[in-house]
């Protein structure tokens, strides 16, 4: 199946549960779950059923207008209260993606702007601002891929890292997206490669499994083979995601990121970072300042083999993030334009962070 025609995430029709494509099962088993209480839709995202910056924006959204709709008061003020409890639990799911709090802060301010209004209508509102979110954010995505498609020769070597496809969005993705609008301008001489992306094997599970079924030439490769293809000439261009960008221009992606842009830098190969302006945060000076998540040990040790792979008792590092430093960034791809260093001055002028 083309990942194009797989929703990562929905609103039920009859709007009583979000519709999420479980991502752990992936590239096996395709399953979508159907899940209403907050306490499965935050460990919807905890356990990166749904992952991806902006995927996770999309859920939360929903999720916040869901469980919302579900308070049970005609009083604006107890409404606003529940709403602030829900919103804070969700936000507690994950602390790297700006997007998630970028989501759910922007259905406050909309809750807010509405109090004046009957409860009833204020969860209508909050419905479709969800579905605004969304529907951006395909836009969004494809706005990207054309300003990527822009910076692409015909047989070009492409390397991206994790999963930044439409797995991680609503569609089209953001570092998948110049791949995909190249397929529709019917572009079939480049090529991919995706890192596998240890531990979560995002780049062997999900995008080696989206590029694959959508018919791109898609090659699968250790993530320390990296090196050794950018060296042979096998490479000839980066695109990455990023769950976080700070005023600066440093970007925390999935882990191994910012050493694929340290061999990129050595090879003189550009390496380009696509990024919604949802994900820049400029109240953060610097990367030093963006919060790494650190996950469970078994995710190293045990959680793709049948039997453990390391000694018991063995101590396990597990950052699921890190942040690569500006300097070795040719440029960041937003919906608004591709930034160029200095990158403060870049997302001022395409009025970031007003």
């Not at 924006?57 to 049970?72: K, P, W």
């Not at 490669?193 to 995008?207: I, K, M, S, V």
């Not at 320390?224 to 695109?239: E, H, P, Q, T």
């Not at 610097?286 to 008792?313: C, F, H, L, N, S």
């Amino acid at each position: 199946m083309n990942a194009l025609q797989l929703d990562t995430v929905l609103l039920s029709k009859d709007r009583t549960c979000l519709e999420i494509l479980d991502q752990t099962l992936l590239p096996g088993t395709i399953k979508v779950l159907h899940v209403s209480k907050i306490e499965d839709i935050w460990e919807a995202i905890k356990l990166l059923r749904v992952r991806g910056a902006p995927a996770i924006g999309v859920c939360a959204g929903y999720g916040i207008a869901l469980t919302a709709s579900n308070i049970d008061t005609d009083n604006p003020k107890t409404f606003e209260e529940k709403f602030m409890e829900q919103k804070n639990y969700l936000a507690s799911s994950r602390p790297t993606a700006v997007n998630l709090f970028w989501a759910l802060d922007r259905m406050e301010r909309t809750m807010r702007a509405n109090l004046d209004k009957p409860v009833a209508q204020i969860k209508e509102i909050l419905f479709q601002e969800a579905q605004d979110i969304r529907d951006e954010d395909v836009a969004i995505s494809r706005s990207i891929g054309e300003i990527g498609f822009g910076l692409l020769h015909h047989g070009d070597g492409i390397l991206t890292h994790c999963n930044a496809g439409t797995l991680a969005t609503a569609k089209y993705g953001t570092a998948t997206a110049p791949m995909y609008v190249a397929q529709e301008k019917g572009w079939t001489d480049f090529r991919v490669y995706c890192d596998e992306t240890r531990p979560l094997l995002q780049g062997a599970r999900l995008t080696a499994f989206e590029l694959h079924n959508a018919g791109i030439d898609t090659t699968l490769i250790c993530d320390n083979m990296a090196s050794l293809m950018m060296k042979s000439g096998k490479i000839n261009i980066v695109f990455v995601g990023c769950d976080r960008v700070t005023r600066n221009g440093d970007t925390a992606n999935k882990i191994g990121t910012s050493g694929v842009a340290i061999l990129a830098k050595n090879y003189g190969i550009p390496f380009y970072v696509c990024a919604p302006s949802s994900t820049i945060d400029m109240s953060l000076e610097t990367g030093d300042q963006i919060p790494i998540e650190e996950r469970d040990p078994d995710e190293v040790t045990e959680m793709w083999y049948k039997e453990r792979m390391a000694p018991a008792g063995v101590k396990v590092c597990n950052p699921a993030f890190d942040v690569t430093d500006h300097s070795f960034i040719t440029g960041i791809i937003t919906e608004k334009g591709l930034a160029l260093p200095p990158f403060d001055k870049a997302f001022e002028r395409f009025g970031i962070g007003k």
